[in-house]
């Protein structure tokens, strides 16, 4: 496999769930991002890793849980999530984080359906 | 904050047309501006990176450029063809790091 990939591809999930979303990258990258897509809106940083350390938590709520066991895997763990959470959620990652001089590259995505 | 701005929000256009796609973003502070292209239920794919010390940058039929004092971008399509219709993605780098605020997209359709 090459460059970022997401699994599962497509997942629906009852409010009372648990799931994870994997994300990993084989292009030696040492940052590592979630983003949420939502119908309308611009896509929204969720977290960044740098060194499997969290560096930046944009304010989401509790019942997402990001993971960073090393610079190549991230997860993001899922617990009673709400309708409005339904969205396309986007992994990408980069060299590292420096100031801004990096590109990003992102995952094919989840498609997350809560009902 | 950093809010990012594009314009249009869709575009339609015959096969063929030279087209132009819009950027705008409030805080001129970037490091750098990134083009994504987005196709419909898919991940995002980078186009073109600028880095704030440049002007431009090109590949194939894409050519971008920034205005940093002004806060503007434009992506530059040159015979446009039905395979360029995608949603695109302009989004800037600001001084938190590399942390990316993208705008809401141009949605462009070119038909055959």
């Known amino acids: 496999e090459t460059g970022v990939t997401q699994t599962p591809r497509h997942l629906v999930m009852g409010m009372t769930n648990k799931k994870s979303l994997k994300c990993e990258q084989h292009?030696?990258?040492?940052?590592m991002y979630w983003y949420k897509q939502s119908a309308k809106k611009p896509l929204e940083l969720m977290f960044v890793?740098?060194?499997?350390?969290?560096?930046e938590n944009n304010s989401v709520p509790s019942r997402f849980s990001p993971e960073c066991p090393n610079s190549s895997h991230l997860f993001l763990h899922l617990h009673t999530l709400q309708p409005e959470d339904s969205a396309l959620y986007l992994c990408?990652?980069?060299?590292?984080?420096?100031?801004?001089?990096?590109?990003?590259?992102f995952g094919p995505g989840t498609r997350l359906t809560v009902t | 904050k950093q809010e990012v701005t594009q314009i249009p929000a869709a575009l339609s256009v015959p096969e063929g047309e030279n087209l132009v796609l819009n950027c705008s973003f409030t805080d001129s502070a970037i490091y750098n501006l990134q083009w994504f292209r987005q196709d419909p239920g898919k991940g995002l794919t980078s186009l073109l990176l600028i880095q704030s010390s440049q002007r431009e940058q090109t590949s194939g039929r894409l050519n971008a450029s920034l205005d940093k004092s002004s806060g503007r971008s434009t992506l530059y399509i040159a015979a446009s063809q039905p395979g360029d219709s995608a949603t695109y993605l302009c989004?800037?780098?600001?001084?938190?790091?590399?942390?990316?605020?993208f705008g809401g997209g141009t949605r462009l359709m070119v038909k055959p």
């Open positions: 989004a800037v780098s600001g001084n938190a790091g590399n942390m990316l605020t």
């Open positions: 990408a990652s980069s060299r590292t984080l420096s100031e801004g001089s990096y590109e990003q590259y």
């Open positions: 890793y740098n060194f499997k350390e969290q560096t």
């Open positions: 292009l030696g990258h040492n940052a």
